[in-house]
């Protein structure tokens, strides 16, 4: 593995995946440009697309970073995904195929359940998850183990595919799809920032590879400063307010001028409350309502990290000083240099 943060030859190399044994085949040479996303946000988890001098057809495309670095070269995959061919362009010259791509989950959401399909109650959610997985994609999977068991029958709907029926059972479990470089299927536990142990760390010292343009966006709409509480249960009424008014929090009464306020009638409490136990749960319930997410965008020369990993943001230059973040986006350009456009999240606590 190359050292990213100093120079190195960087080419690339486009593979056919032979979708039988997922081994590569064969490369394509007249790709002209390119780029992959990842998305945590997107349904399958990512896609690319492709300029190329020759109709390839349907196929997977699997893209790789070659470099050479004192003499040692490496190829470091970057994504696997299946092409598709929508249009092509003619300059008077040259014609160019433009080429859709998908990350190999498309296949799950190509496909429904047989109608009325259900898992029976009592069985292993991840083991069943592996195996649907298994029987409705070629690419392979990485199989996931843990203990949790379905607690009653789990029911398909209608116009659900498998997708969505494997992501929602998946959740019963605290589990989500991901998918690597490969374009093998995994099986992670969703986990919270707090809980990630950061995989990269940006900072003053490998500035190398940082871009200097950084966006740093916040929403403070909605934020409430006042919490109300009302319980109403039989004859038992128990009401509490918590406020939030410190002239150091940027969303408190004092500082913005007004209450903003979240009323929550229906409380989640075991048992008969007492007036302490409601004043608490206020308090509570504001201090975790009083969370700022940050969204913040940079572009890096490529390393190691992908959507889903935390890195460590400790980069002075730009008033980023040891702040975690989880990576929620890239768009990686297939071109000299491997530029990463990267957008990653982080909160603050407000209050509390």
């Known amino acids: 593995m190359p050292d990213w943060t100093r120079s190195m030859q960087q080419t690339y190399e486009f593979c056919i995946v032979d979708p039988g044994t997922w081994m590569d085949i064969g490369t394509i040479d ?42 040692v070269k490496d190829r470091i995959p970057i ?35 047989p109608l009325g399909y259900s898992v029976a109650g009592g069985r292993n959610i991840l083991d069943v998850a592996s195996q649907l997985v298994k029987e409705n994609t070629r690419a392979p999977i990485v199989y996931g183990r843990n203990s949790a068991l379905l607690h009653s029958n789990f029911v398909a709907d209608v116009d ?17 799809l991901m998918i690597d470089e490969y374009g093998r299927t995994l099986f992670a536990p969703i986990q919270s920032l707090n809980a990630l142990r950061p ?31 009302v319980y109403s249960k039989d004859d038992h009424y128990l009401y509490s307010k918590a406020t939030n008014d410190d002239p150091n929090s940027p969303v408190s009464t004092i500082s913005r001028g007004r209450e903003i306020m979240s009323r929550i009638t229906d409380p989640e409490l075991p048992g008969t409350p007492t007036q302490e136990i409601i004043d608490q749960y206020a308090r509570t319930q504001l201090r975790e309502l009083s969370s700022l ?6 572009t890096h020369g490529y390393c190691p990290v992908t959507v889903g990993d935390c890195v460590r943001l400790n980069y002075k230059r730009a008033g980023l000083n040891n702040i975690k973040a989880k990576i929620v986006r890239q768009n990686i350009t297939f071109e000299p240099g491997c530029s990463v456009e990267e957008t990653a999240i982080f909160s603050s606590n407000l209050w509390g």
């Open 30 to 71: 007249k790709v002209v440009s390119g780029n992959g996303v990842r998305d945590l946000d997107s349904e399958t988890l990512g896609s690319a697309s492709f300029s190329i001098t020759e109709d390839i057809g349907e196929c997977y495309i699997r893209t790789y970073l070659v470099t050479k670095q004192d003499g």
């Open 79 to 113: 994504g696997t995904y299946l092409c598709q061919t929508p249009g092509r362009n003619f300059d008077g010259k040259i014609t160019t195929i433009e080429v859709d791509a998908y990350t190999p989950l498309i296949e799950l959401k190509e496909k429904n359940p």
């Open 293 to 298: 997410e940050y969204t913040i965008t940079y």
């Open 199 to 229: 995989k990269w760390t940006f900072d003053d010292s490998n500035s190398s590879i940082l871009y200097p343009d950084i966006t740093l966006e916040r929403d403070l709409y909605g934020i409430p400063n006042v919490v109300e509480i």
């Open 160 to 176: 659900e595919n498998w997708l969505d029926y494997i992501k929602a059972l998946l959740l019963e479990s605290n589990y989500e």
